[in-house]
């Protein structure tokens, strides 16, 4: 009855940490600051995020996880533990019990990876489950009925998308897509059209505040700043929402591709549930304005973005944690 349960969402641009009956309780960049001299952790999290770019050299700014998957060991176990106690608070009596959500299509490798990450971080037991079973439950799909629903996570490093039918996966596709990928090509557009460097952060704010994944009637616009590549100086250009969705088509077209292929290999019997339910979108990319739209275009198929989009993979590993013994099923890998 003393037992600590925490859902990890432990994605490539935010970590996410729910505790079941408390909800969401951490909701922080995955970024880690390092001093380059002794390999001692800075800052995490915020903190950390606020020092992307503008570091000098005895620190360096990270993110630890790239395309979804565990790309530094030693800094993912300190964010996790950082995360883990965070969470928790300073002082315990009993290590929690972890479950942590991961892409679909990684190898048995980088589930050993997250797995003894997060005992080293300290937690008693690990579970890792694919993040289109737990964005499913996070969204308030029923899983477990014997209809065909259809899941589409779109994060920071991957795109999961998933047909779920009696609680386990029919067919699935995982493409290194993500917010990441969307903001390097906001910037290599704005460099090759305009002459301008960027940085990441200012590649995302562009995504957010004006990026649609469809033209837009009324164009929206920003001001933004950067690095003249002739000259070297300062200079500030104005950016459309045009010029967003011209950047970004490529990405979302290896999204659209791969959602095809995920219905090509749907049963037929599915594949009419899932044209009657329509298709769910979760992420934090798919805020994106009109991506919606633009995959029900391509497909035929209606599509919803979920409620909370952002927060359906957390919270669906919560549940999915409270009901262990249900989704044993779904789990993939446990020590």
Same mark, same amino acid.
């Given at each position: 009855?003393?037992?600590?349960?925490?859902?990890?969402?432990?994605? *490539?641009?935010?970590?996410?940490?729910?505790?079941?009956?408390?909800?969401?309780?951490?909701?922080?960049?995955?970024?880690?600051?390092?001093?380059?001299?002794?390999?001692?952790?800075?800052?995490?999290?915020?903190?950390?995020?606020?020092?992307?770019?503008?570091?000098?050299?005895?620190?360096?700014?990270?993110?630890?996880?790239?395309?979804?998957?565990?790309?530094?060991?030693?800094?993912?176990?300190?964010?996790?533990?950082?995360?883990?106690?965070?969470?928790?608070?300073?002082?315990?009596?009993?290590?929690?019990?972890?479950?942590?959500?991961?892409?679909?299509?990684?190898?048995?490798?980088?589930?050993?990876?997250?797995?003894?990450?997060?005992?080293?971080?300290?937690?008693?037991?690990?579970?890792?489950?694919?993040?289109?079973?737990?964005?499913?439950?996070?969204?308030?799909?029923?899983?477990?009925?014997?209809?065909?629903?259809?899941?589409?996570?779109?994060?920071?490093?991957?795109?999961?998308?998933?047909?779920?039918?009696?609680?386990?996966?029919?067919?699935?596709?995982?493409?290194?897509?993500?917010?990441?990928?969307?903001?390097?090509?906001?910037?290599?557009?704005?460099?090759?059209?305009?002459?301008?460097?960027?940085?990441?952060?200012?590649?995302?704010?562009?995504?957010?505040?004006?990026?649609?994944?469809?033209?837009?009637?009324?164009?929206?616009?920003?001001?933004?700043?950067?690095?003249?590549?002739? *000259?070297?100086?300062?200079?500030?250009?104005?950016?459309?929402?045009?010029?967003?969705?011209?950047?970004?088509?490529?990405?979302?077209?290896?999204?659209?591709?791969?959602?095809?292929?995920?219905?090509?290999? *749907?049963?037929?019997?599915?594949?009419?549930?899932?044209?009657?339910?329509?298709?769910?979108?979760?992420?934090?990319?798919?805020?994106?304005?009109?991506?919606?739209?633009?995959?029900?275009?391509?497909?035929?198929?209606? *599509?919803?973005?979920?409620?909370?989009?952002?927060?359906?993979?957390?919270?669906?590993?919560?549940?999915?944690?409270?009901?262990?013994?249900?989704?044993?099923?779904?789990?993939?890998?446990?020590?």
């Amino acid at each position: 009855m003393f037992r600590k349960k925490i859902g990890i969402d432990l994605g *490539t641009t935010n970590v996410l940490v729910h505790i079941p009956k408390r909800g969401i309780i951490v909701n922080e960049p995955s970024v880690v600051a390092i001093s380059v001299h002794d390999g001692k952790i800075l800052a995490v999290g915020h903190e950390a995020k606020e020092m992307l770019g503008r570091t000098p050299e005895t620190i360096v700014a990270r993110r630890p996880l790239k395309d979804g998957v565990i790309a530094d060991y030693k800094t993912t176990e300190a964010m996790l533990r950082y995360f883990i106690n965070k969470a928790l608070g300073g002082v315990r009596l009993f290590r929690p019990e972890v479950m942590v959500a991961v892409p679909a299509g990684i190898t048995s490798t980088e589930k050993r990876a997250v797995i003894d990450a997060t005992i080293t971080a300290g937690a008693k037991a690990a579970y890792v489950i694919k993040e289109p079973i737990v964005a499913a439950i996070g969204a308030n799909i029923p899983i477990g009925s014997a209809s065909g629903h259809m899941i589409i996570d779109i994060g920071g490093g991957t795109a999961e998308m998933a047909v779920i039918s009696l609680g386990g996966i029919v067919s699935s596709a995982s493409v290194r897509i993500g917010g990441n990928k969307l903001d390097t090509s906001i910037a290599d557009f704005i460099r090759r059209k305009y002459g301008l460097a960027i940085g990441e952060r200012t590649a995302e704010q562009i995504k957010i505040e004006i990026g649609s994944a469809l033209y837009l009637e009324e164009k929206l616009k920003m001001e933004v700043r950067g690095r003249d590549m002739i *000259t070297g100086l300062p200079r500030t250009i104005i950016v459309t929402s045009d010029d967003v969705t011209d950047a970004i088509a490529n990405e979302l077209d290896g999204i659209i591709a791969a959602v095809r292929e995920v219905l090509h290999a *749907t049963p037929p019997e599915l594949s009419a549930d899932i044209i009657e339910k329509g298709m769910v979108l979760s992420g934090g990319s798919a805020l994106l304005r009109n991506i919606d739209q633009l995959l029900s275009q391509a497909t035929g198929i209606a *599509t919803y973005v979920a409620n909370d989009a952002l927060l359906c993979v957390a919270k669906g590993t919560g549940i999915a944690l409270e009901n262990l013994e249900s989704y044993k099923r779904s789990i993939l890998a446990t020590r």
